[in-house]
Each structure stands twice: as C-alpha cells, then as structure tokens.
C-alpha cells in the first residue's frame, strides 16, 4: 500500500512510507486516481527536517482512524518541498494569497485538475486556539466535494485566474545603478537592529545575503556604515545561540531577536552561504573571530553533512533523544549546570557556566541553556576554554545524534562547493579544495549523468527523477566558477558555461525575465517565478551572477546581456525590500565594479594568484595558470605572456586594461575595490 513512497530517493518520502495513509507520490497517476474515484487529492508538503510536519504526522498521519478516513474519501499525496520547489512555491502563493500567512507542513486540497480550493498548514488532532481539528477540516471537504461542488469548482477557478494574473513586472528598462544601491543602503539601515545585529525583530534569520551585500557595497564605495553592520551581525550571530559554539556551524534561526535560542536544525544552505561570508569578512576585515567562524563551518560541513560519495547532505533534524529518550527539540546542544558539572568537575564546570552563558533557570526549556558566548567574562585562559570546549564536544558525542537528511541538492551542494573552495584557498586548507571539487565531480557524474540536464536531487549515489530549477543552474553554475578560480581548472568554467546556455534556452523569457523551471517542464497550474531571495539566492538572481561571472571570463556578449536583463528586477525590488533580494544586490554591485576580470600568468597557488584571489573587487573574476595550454583553458589567458619570465598579473574592467604587474603589492592595491 503506503510502499509506493518507499521507492523515492527522499528521505522525508521515506519516513511516511510506513504509515497507514496510503500515500502517492505527486505523479499523472495520482490525479488520474483522483478523477477515477471522483475524490479530492490531499496535498501535504514538508521536509525532512520540519519539527511541525513530524509532529502532524505522529499525531494524524500515524492514527489509524484518521488514515482510513483520507484513504476512504482523498488520494494523499506527499511532497518534498526540497524535490520539488515548484510545486511547493505554486502552492505556497496560493496558501499566502488565501491566508495572509504560509509554512510547513502545508495542507492543500486539489481537484482532479490539481487546481486548490481549500488550505492550511498544520491543523492538530483536537480542535484548539480557534483552529478546527484535522479531522473536522477533512469532514469540512468531504461535505462540500459532496455538496457544493459547483461552488468547489468555482472557488478553484478563481484562485488559479488570480494567480495567472500575477505577472511579474520585472523592473521594466534599465540595470541598478549607484541610486538603487543607495536606497537598498538606505532600506537596510532602517530596518538594522542597533543593539542586536542583524534585521527585523523575531523570529531573526541569518542575513547572509544582505551581508554579502553590505561588503560588496563598502569595497566598492568605502561606506562604513556598510561595514559595520555587516560586521557587527556576524559577530553578534557569532557569539549567540544561533551558532553552535560546541561543533561549529549555525541553526536555520533565532526564535528571539538575540540571537539566544535557536530553532536547531542546521540546514547545508545556511551552512555553505554562512561560511562564505565569514570569510569575505575576514578578506575584508582580517578578523580573528570571522576567520574561525569560517573554518569552524566548513569543518562542520565536512564532518557532520558529507555523504559516502562526497556530496553534502540537506540537513540535520532539530529534535533527537534525550535522557529519557523522548524526542525533543535541541536535545544534543543544549546543558544544564548539573550536566556541566557531571562531564567537567566543580571548578571547570564554573567556568563554562560563565563562559557559555549557561544559567540555573535556562536559557531554553526545563533548565536548560543554549551555549553561547555572552562576553561578560573579562580575559578568559584561552587554553583553559579550549580544554572545556574539547570535553564538552567528547561528552555530547555520546548522546543520540539527530536525524540527517541524506538526499544531495544540486543547488545547495552548489553553495557549499563556492564557500568551500574559497575558505580553502584564503587559509591554505587544500583539503577543503579537494571536498569542494569531490563534491563538484558528484554534479558532474550523478546530478547531470548521461541526460546532459541537471538533476534536482540524488542520494545514496543514485539520481531522484525531478529535473533541476533555475536555482540548481544559477548555484551550481556559481560553485563551478568559484573552483575554476580557485584550482585553475578550465574545465569547471566549460561545465558553468553549460549549465548557462540552458539557462539562456530554457529559463529566459522575454524582456529578460525568468522562470524557475524549464520551458519543458512538467506544466503546473502556473509557471513559478520568484525573484525574492529568501533562506537561498533565487533562481532568478543566481543565475544572473553566474551569467556575469561567465561574461566576465569569457567576453560572452549573450551572457553579459541575459544578467543585465534579469537585473532589472533587483532595480525594482532593491530600494523597496533590500532585505529579500540581497544576493541580487550583491550582483548588482558586481556589475557596478565591472566586475573586474584578474588573469595571473603565473602558478596556481602563487603569490600572484593568492592576492588576487584576496582582492575585495566585488565580483572580480580570477584565472590562473601558466604555459602555453593556459589559454585554452581560460580566455582571459589568451594572449597574456610573463614580463621578464616573472609571474603577472592582468587587471582589466569595462574593456580597459592597467598596465600588467608582477608586484602582488600592486596587484592588491588594483583590487582593492
């Protein structure tokens, strides 16, 4: 029955392969089933991860009352909003428009035509707060499917014309110039916690993006205003909860505006985005505390999310088991004082309780405190800290771990091989090189296969059956161009540039604007297109980086001219809501510096090659390499011979070169925004 979930590849399939709702996967034949039966599909979307959809599901999903009544009045179908991000954005705007709100789980009603007539997210199993139970909500669809189907068809017509009607205005004419930058500066200062860091109030995510902004911002115009708060979040996130203090790595986000208590599951998109603005923090900066953050992280990555074949795993749960082996939330991170003194003795235990901020009342649930480093310690023995720290660590790894979430997403791999490549080569980790190309070479050989399109999602080695979105372009594309700078190797910007001439096929409509999944795709009731950047860059202004970054390296006119077009719509959205297009105002400021295009006729990893790679020009583009096949592997290297036998450095922006340098001083000095 419920098996035919058990030959998915996602893991959040897999864990509702044994309940008793009979579950299909979202598929033609679910929705024939539907018209067969003349019965309503249930939607249910989530993740892996999702503390509410295991909730929902433990409470109704589990029930064999509740199972046998779907089974006997819906087909049930189940998504992975990590599969498949179209049909969970479809959805979601439909739920937002309806309710004023959205999240998951996500509880959709469908006709046959998979069009939605009623929403929710998480309904609980006995009616409370004003919310109907589960139960209610289907005996509610089942009474109008039966007796008020006209009226059912109606409601679904009109939420699937409004949302057909929501074009998107892409920005009209022209790219952001210094005034959108200005005002997206302007926007954020507003919105900027003073005392806190970071944006907004609570719940508060990491801005990762919006910092990526900031010091692309401050390099290109010296604003240290931009700085500052680019600074000071990281260190504030640095410091809280958020960040586990313990094992490196950062939670999805803050429950309070603190950054004190965090909702624990660490996510590889947070994770790889995080990681690769610390270290431009510390391009920037030269800080101590940003450079071990950005260590810290991507040592996470490696030994908490790699997977066997050397790809990187979506997630870590939040919940796991505790003492007394319940499944709660936080259950690995956090301690009381009693547990501290039980792993460290009397004194130590002291000393991390005024050290991490760990209180007799708790900072978090039932006494106990999320690790963190309040800072009202005075000079702390360094030595001393690392002990405590290393003992802790061995303590918590004999308790129960949480859940991962196995599956490989192209585009979030895209991300950590960007952020691994080059914290790898700012700080001489060439082990961190090597896991970014192992995870590169996985895209290669598994997500793009024989079929020469991208793959969505694989695991275990095997490829899923959903075809990559227009995020798994852009940031792949993007962790492609960053290990071609970093390595030397021509072959991962060909790979780039492939994955981008699909983008050009598939994904570009007219006046530049573009789609989230291809023009061949499987048809949805509306094609999504979002350029917001939320917890990821979108698709839309990803691949708008990567396309400059390719134009960049290669002189591509088309290229050039798509990321122009796809930027319109930062000029529209960058003065308004800079907080949900920060990737696509850091692209801007590339495109504003030029981006500078750097060619070392010189040895991958020499001096000349590591500057240049340290230059703070936003965007800037680098390649390397030496002889006379270095040319074939990048076009930039064409023609561009060593002065004097000596390594040199091209430095070239809106087709005007500097005259070449073999001083790295000099070449610095270019590039230093």
Same mark, same amino acid.
């Given at each position: 029955?419920?098996?035919?979930?058990?030959?998915?590849?996602s893991?959040?399939?897999?864990?509702?392969?044994?309940?008793?709702?009979?579950?299909w996967?979202?598929?033609?034949?679910?929705f024939e089933?539907?018209?067969?039966r003349?019965?309503?599909?249930l939607?249910?979307? *989530?993740?892996?991860?999702?503390?509410?959809?295991h909730?929902m599901?433990?409470?109704?999903?589990e029930?064999e009352?509740?199972?046998?009544?779907?089974n006997?009045?819906?087909?049930?179908v189940?998504?992975d909003r990590?599969?498949?991000?179209?049909v969970?954005?479809?959805?979601?705007?439909a739920?937002q428009?309806?309710?004023?709100? *959205?999240g998951?789980?996500?509880?959709?009603?469908?006709?046959?035509?998979?069009e939605?007539?009623?929403?929710?997210?998480?309904?609980?199993?006995e009616?409370?707060?004003?919310s109907p139970?589960?139960?209610?909500?289907l005996?509610?669809?089942?009474?109008?499917?039966t007796?008020r189907?006209e009226e059912?068809?109606?409601?679904a017509?009109?939420?699937?014309a409004?949302?057909?009607g929501?074009s998107?205005?892409?920005?009209?004419?022209?790219?952001?110039g210094? #005034?959108?930058?200005a005002?997206?500066l302007?926007g954020?200062?507003?919105e900027?916690d003073? #005392?806190?860091g970071?944006?907004?109030?609570?719940?508060?995510f990491?801005?990762?993006?919006a910092?990526?902004?900031?010091l692309?911002h401050?390099?290109r115009?010296?604003?240290?205003?931009?700085?500052?708060?680019?600074?000071?979040?990281c260190?504030a996130?640095a410091?809280?909860?958020?960040?586990?203090?313990l094992?490196g790595?950062?939670?999805?986000?803050?429950?309070?505006r603190e950054?004190v208590?965090?909702h624990?599951e660490?996510?590889?998109?947070?994770?790889a985005?995080?990681c690769?603005?610390?270290?431009?923090?510390?391009?920037?900066t030269?800080s101590?505390?940003a450079?071990?953050i950005?260590l810290e992280?991507?040592?996470?990555m490696?030994?908490e999310?790699?997977?066997?074949?050397?790809g990187?795993?979506?997630?870590l749960d939040?919940?796991s088991e505790d003492?007394?082996?319940r499944?709660?939330e936080g259950?690995?991170?956090?301690?009381?004082?009693?547990q501290?003194?039980?792993?460290?003795g009397?004194?130590?235990?002291?000393?991390a309780?005024?050290y991490?901020g760990?209180?007799?009342?708790?900072?978090?649930e039932e006494g106990s405190?999320v690790?963190?480093?309040?800072g009202?310690t005075g000079p702390?023995?360094?030595?001393?800290?690392?002990?405590?720290?290393a003992r802790l660590?061995?303590a918590?790894?004999e308790?129960?771990?949480p859940g991962?979430?196995?599956k490989?997403?192209?585009?979030?791999? *895209?991300?950590a091989?960007?952020?691994l490549a080059e914290?790898g080569?700012?700080?001489d980790r060439?082990d961190?090189?090597?896991?970014a190309?192992?995870?590169?070479?996985?895209l290669?050989?598994?997500h793009?296969?024989?079929?020469?399109?991208?793959?969505?999602?694989?695991?275990?080695?095997?490829a899923g059956?959903n075809?990559g979105v227009?995020?798994?372009?852009?940031d792949?594309?993007?962790?492609f161009?960053?290990?071609a700078?970093?390595?030397?190797?021509?072959?991962w910007?060909?790979f780039a540039?492939?994955?981008?001439?699909?983008?050009?096929?598939q994904?570009?409509?007219?006046?530049?604007?573009?789609y989230?999944t291809a023009?061949?795709?499987?048809?949805?009731?509306?094609?999504p297109q979002?350029p917001?950047?939320?917890?990821?860059?979108s698709?839309?202004?990803a691949?708008a980086?990567?396309?400059l970054?390719?134009a960049a390296?290669?002189g591509?006119e088309?290229h050039r001219?798509?990321a122009e077009?796809?930027?319109?719509?930062?000029?529209?959205?960058?003065p308004r809501v800079?907080?949900?297009?920060?990737?696509?105002?850091?692209v801007?400021?590339a495109?504003?510096?030029?981006?500078?295009e750097?060619?070392?006729?010189g040895?991958v990893g *020499?001096?000349l090659?590591?500057?240049?790679?340290l230059?703070r020009?936003?965007?800037a583009?680098v390649?390397?390499?030496?002889?006379p096949?270095a040319g074939?592997?990048?076009?930039?290297?064409?023609?561009?011979?060593?002065l004097?036998g000596?390594?040199t450095a091209?430095?070239?922006?809106?087709?005007?070169?500097?005259?070449?340098?073999?001083?790295?001083g000099?070449?610095?000095a270019?590039?230093?925004?």
């Open positions: 029955m419920a098996n035919r979930l058990a030959q998915t590849t893991p959040y399939l897999l864990q509702h392969a044994d309940n008793p709702v009979d579950w996967p979202w598929s033609p034949e679910a089933e539907a018209r067969k003349d019965v309503p599909v939607l249910s979307v *989530g993740y892996a991860s999702c503390h509410w959809c909730v599901a433990h409470e109704s999903f029930d009352t509740v199972a046998a009544y779907l006997a009045h819906f087909v049930p189940k998504v990590e599969e498949r991000p179209d969970d954005a479809v959805y979601m705007e739920v428009a309806a309710t004023g709100h *959205g998951w789980p996500m509880t959709v009603f469908l006709t046959a035509d998979a939605p007539f009623y929403f929710g997210t998480y309904f609980p199993p009616a409370r707060h004003g139970s589960f139960q209610q909500v005996e509610g669809v089942v009474a109008a499917w007796d189907r059912v068809a109606e409601v017509g009109r939420i699937v409004d949302l057909a929501r998107l205005v892409h920005g009209g004419d022209g790219v952001p210094e #005034q959108e930058t005002q997206a302007l954020l200062t507003r900027y003073e #005392q806190h970071g944006f907004g109030g609570a719940p508060k990491p801005p990762s993006m910092v990526e902004f900031l692309r401050y390099a115009t010296g604003s240290e205003g931009a700085l500052q708060m680019a600074a000071d979040t260190s996130m410091r809280g909860g958020i960040y586990d203090q094992g790595g950062f939670a999805r986000y803050s429950v309070d950054w208590v965090p624990f660490k996510m590889l998109y947070d994770n985005l995080l690769r603005v610390y270290a431009h923090l510390w391009r920037t030269g101590d505390e450079r071990r950005a992280t991507a040592d996470f490696v030994r999310l790699r997977t066997a074949e050397g990187f795993a979506s997630a939040a919940d003492a007394d082996g499944h709660v259950a690995f991170y956090v301690w009381t004082p009693g501290l003194r039980e792993v460290l009397e004194e130590d235990a002291a000393f309780a005024a991490f760990v209180t007799e009342e708790g900072t978090f405190s690790l963190r480093l309040p009202d702390v023995d360094a030595a001393r800290v690392a002990d405590v720290r660590l061995a918590r790894e308790r129960p771990r991962r979430d196995d490989v997403v192209a585009a979030w791999n *895209g991300l091989i960007a952020a914290t080569a700012y700080f060439p961190l090189v090597e896991r190309t192992e995870a590169a070479d996985l290669v050989r598994v793009l296969g024989e079929v020469a399109r991208l793959t969505r999602t694989s695991k275990d080695g095997r059956d075809a227009l995020e798994d372009y852009g792949v594309a993007e962790g161009l960053a290990l700078a970093v390595t030397g190797e021509g072959a910007l060909e540039g492939f994955l981008l001439d699909i983008v050009l096929e994904f570009t409509g007219e006046g530049g604007q573009l989230d023009h061949d795709a499987e048809q949805l009731i509306r094609r979002d917001t950047d939320s917890a990821t860059p698709g839309w202004t691949a980086g990567a396309l970054s390719y390296y290669t591509s088309a001219t798509a077009g796809a930027l319109g719509v930062v000029k529209a959205l960058g800079p907080r949900f297009v920060g990737w696509g105002l850091a801007a400021e495109l504003l510096d030029g981006p500078r750097v060619a070392v006729a040895p *020499g001096e090659h590591r500057t240049a790679l230059g020009a936003p965007g583009v390649a390397a390499g030496e002889g096949g074939a592997e990048f076009p930039l290297l064409v023609d561009r011979p060593q004097g000596e390594p091209y430095v070239c922006r809106h087709f005007v070169c500097d005259a070449p340098t073999t001083d790295a000099e070449l610095a270019k590039l230093g925004g």
